[in-house]
Nanobody, 123 residues
Framework: QVQLVESGGGLVQPGGSLRLSCAAS????????MGWFRQAPGKEREFVAA???????????DYRDSVKGRFTISRDDAQNTVYLQMNGLKPEDTAVYYCAAKGGKLSTSYDYWGQGTQVTVSS
């Protein structure tokens, strides 16, 4: 019953911007860690960004080094949605982007995954 649905992918030119959305249903994910991962052809899936609930008080966001300063993760718990704003896109950002959610408020594992959305950065 839990479902994550990504949207917003597409073809953009280098230096362009794109905003990905991940709508969750079947469970409220307020207080749950959520993240974005990506997988390029012939490559392993890699972590991109995450927003986590730390110390039962606040959300904390972190990013892989290659996207710091360019990507921003955000969430709207009222809408059960997480976003990934991507600016200054580079060809090496081309990949299928997946949204993921952890299995519990204190869980360290991502148990729920979306179907993925293609992001292609090319001239």
């Amino acid at each position: 019953q839990v479902q994550l649905v990504e949207s917003g992918g597409g073809l953009v030119q280098p230096g362009g911007s794109l905003r990905l959305s991940c709508a969750a249903s079947g469970r409220t994910f307020s207080g749950y860690g959520m993240g974005w991962f990506r997988q390029a052809p012939g490559k392993e899936r890699e972590f991109v960004a995450a927003t986590t609930w730390r110390y039962g008080r606040t959300y904390y966001s972190d990013y892989r080094d290659s996207v710091k300063g360019r990507f921003t993760i955000s969430r709207d718990d009222a809408q059960n949605t997480v976003y990934l704003q991507m600016n200054g896109l580079k060809p090496e950002d081309t990949a299928v982007y997946y949204c993921a959610a952890k299995g519990g408020k204190l869980s360290t594992s991502y148990d729920y995954w979306g179907q993925g959305t293609q992001v292609t950065v090319s001239s």
